[in-house]
């Protein structure tokens, strides 16, 4: 698995979740989480929640730390679990910094009592399933009570590196751990 810190700022519309993103715009081939900083502004046509484009709920943020992961199988299942995974490895880095247990995952996403920091969603391509994950960087103009890293005092760049070091280390174990599981008769 390839992780990758893009240096551009880039406005996440949800067309980031076509298969094969990171490859046509950053030659990275395979399982693969990128990280990048920017706003949010996720047009209609890419909400991927029936309840959410049913309600026409906007999902918007003048800044943001946005993780990316593809997953070349298709089993929606298996990357709603990743998802979860992902989620609560930001939980755990952020509560480490933040020197408690001040952030609690609610679904797929990151909540200090009533404000949100997070938002997520898991969608099958054609030929991988892919996850985006949106950490509040500024918890301004948002349509829901929000907090974002700024408000506590977290650097994006440092949370951003431990997040994708410890997905691409818990992908590495999963899969060692299937190598050396042996079958009972």
Known sequence: MKSY?????????????????AYQNYDILGDNIVAFIGPCQ???KYIIQVDHF???T???SE???HFLVEHFDL????????????????????????????LQRWGDDLFDTEFKL????????????????????????????TKGLDDYGIDPNDISQAVM?????DMRLISQKLYKTRRIQ
Request: aromatic share 6%; glycine share 4%; proline share 1%.
């Open 5 to 21: 810190f893009i240096q551009d700022e880039i406005l996440f519309t949800g067309e980031q979740l076509s298969s094969f993103w």
């Open 118 to 145: 997070t938002v997520s969603a898991t969608v099958r391509t054609s030929v991988s399933t892919k996850i985006h994950l949106g950490i509040n960087i500024s918890s301004k103009n948002t349509p829901v009570k």
């Open 63 to 65: 800044r943001m730390l």
């Open 165 to 169: 070091d410890q997905y691409r280390l």
């Open 75 to 102: 089993d929606l299942e298996k990357a709603i679990l990743r998802q979860k995974l992902l989620v609560d490895i930001v939980k755990d880095k952020l509560n480490h910094r933040l020197k408690g247990d001040v």
């Open 42 to 44: 996720v047009e209609e």
């Open 58 to 60: 906007q999902i918007k």
């Open 54 to 56: 049913k309600k026409k």
